[in-house]
């Protein structure tokens, strides 16, 4: 079974804090994703990697920054944390290719800005 | 531990025919079951269920929610080749102090619309 762990599943910073999720996949998977989940909004996209050190910016990337230096670990960065920013975060990881419709989920960091 | 489980894994149907996707779940302290279908680049979001709102319906789609047997169903009518993709069920979990506790997800249903 494909496995994507997140680092933390909760976790609480204060505002103006510099704060780094990570999150690893254990199946050699090309394609990584985050998201962000708020009730009422759905899943949103905030960057994804389809290579090692390459990203592409998702829908909302304003206030987020990424890392991908190894295949398996995909980073989100979020430079100086702000209280819009509380919300649970996915990583998520796919096959490449043609067959990458499906994704992988992690189960999600819960964090809270104060 | 929370298990969502979704069937059938993959579907394959004529365009014009309706399909029931079916999402079973065992989560404690539940909160809300979504429903999302994904292509190429992210899941889209379709619904949320809660206690407070077991049926929803948008166009040809719609769901319910059997709290008590535990599960979902996601039904499409009058299919379009434009529905192929994977159908991705999560429930949303609470924490003991009311917050959420995280999403489960299920593997999802890739669903195929023949012309």
């Known amino acids: 079974d494909v496995k994507v762990t997140q680092s933390s599943r909760y976790l609480v910073k204060r505002t103006g804090e510099k704060v780094f999720l990570e999150c690893v996949q254990d199946?050699?998977?090309?394609?990584m994703f985050w998201y962000r989940q708020d009730p009422g909004l759905g899943l949103r996209l905030i960057y994804f990697s389809y290579d090692v050190k390459m990203k592409e910016k998702g829908d909302i990337p304003e206030g987020y920054s990424v890392s991908r230096e190894k295949k398996e670990r995909f980073s989100l960065i979020l430079e100086s944390a702000s209280t819009n920013q509380t919300s649970m975060y996915l990583c998520a990881s796919s096959r490449g290719g043609e067959a990458s419709i499906e994704q992988y989920f992690g189960p999600g960091t819960r964090l809270t800005v104060t | 531990e929370d298990k969502v489980v979704q069937s059938p894994l993959s579907l394959v149907v004529h365009e014009g025919d309706t399909v029931t996707l079916n999402c079973s779940y065992e989560v404690t302290n539940f909160r809300s079951l979504l429903w999302y279908k994904q292509e190429k680049k992210a899941p889209t979001f379709l619904f949320m269920l809660?206690?407070?709102?077991i049926e929803k319906k948008s166009g040809r789609l719609s769901s319910i929610l059997d709290k008590k047997e535990l599960f979902s169903i996601l039904n499409i009518t009058a299919t379009q080749t434009g529905d192929s993709a994977v159908y991705l069920c999560a429930v949303e979990a609470g924490d003991s102090g009311g917050g959420a506790d995280g999403l489960t997800f299920g593997k999802g249903t890739h669903l195929i619309i023949q012309p």
């Open positions: 809660t206690s407070s709102g």
């Open positions: 199946m050699d998977h090309e394609n």
